[in-house]
């Protein structure tokens, strides 16, 4: 009963290093979320996906894409970093596509950008 | 600039007593509003949502206000217990798109 499943759960990166964090989800939900925590900034959208073959921009896309392969995972990728994206990022997924149920969170990744 | 402003940041509350947290928000096409709560090392888990056509709804010892012309909601806990220590997101979502406030650390004292 694995839900949210996201990789790595930690990393580092010096500053112009690329990576993607994974994530799949194993309940047949529609929508997925990409967010990162930050402390006294609470959980701030990166992007989302309502449906399979659809992405959005969220609060604050920039430095990020995203990739939803299939209608189970959902892809971060940091082309760049730099040592703002030092940060916690959660993925999500939500069996509603218009935002109204329940969202399912992975445990983390915490990524640490030098 | 944020779209859902809660208070307090910190809040610690005695056993027994009730941990009031609130959140506004600005945008009048939020349709749904969850709480979510957090305990270290962990992701978001939700506790309890409304929706805007109800003023309140509670469920076991948790209660959310909603006010509508006010744009404003807010999370009762009552007899609050140390197991409820844990930092609390209040949310709301339009669209497919969900926003988070900036979170509240409840600290409950035995």
């Known amino acids: 009963n694995a839900g949210v499943t996201q990789t790595p759960k930690f990393q580092v990166l010096k500053t112009g290093q690329s990576m993607t964090l994974q994530c799949a989800q194993d309940?047949?939900?529609?929508?997925m979320y990409w967010y990162r925590q930050d402390p006294g900034m609470g959980l701030r959208l990166i992007y989302y996906?309502?449906?399979?073959?659809?992405?959005d921009k969220g609060e604050v896309p920039n430095g990020y894409n995203v990739s939803r392969l299939n209608k189970r995972e959902f892809s971060l990728r940091l082309e760049s970093a730099a040592p703002s994206q030092t940060s916690v990022y959660f993925c999500?997924?939500?069996?509603?596509?218009?935002?109204?149920?329940?969202?399912?969170f992975g445990e983390g990744s915490r990524l640490t950008v030098l | 600039q944020q779209q859902v402003k809660q208070s307090p940041q910190s809040l610690i509350v005695q056993k027994g007593g009730i941990s009031i947290i609130n959140c506004a928000y600005e945008?009048?096409?939020?349709?749904?509003f969850p709480w979510y709560q957090q305990f270290p090392g962990k992701g978001p888990a939700l506790l309890i949502a409304?929706?805007?056509?109800?003023s309140e709804k509670k469920e076991g010892r948790f209660t959310i206000s909603f006010n509508k012309s006010a744009k404003q909601f807010s999370l009762h806990i009552m007899d609050s217990q140390p197991g409820d220590s844990a930092t609390y997101f209040c949310?709301?979502?339009?669209?497919?798109?969900?926003?988070f406030g900036s979170g509240t650390r409840l600290s409950i004292r035995p």
């Open positions: 999500a997924s939500s069996p509603l596509r218009d935002g109204s149920g329940e969202l399912f």
């Open positions: 945008n009048t096409a939020f349709d749904y």
């Open positions: 309940m047949n939900h529609n929508s």
């Open positions: 949310a709301a979502s339009s669209a497919s798109k969900i926003i």
């Open positions: 409304i929706r805007p056509d109800v």
């Open positions: 996906s309502a449906s399979e073959g659809t992405t």
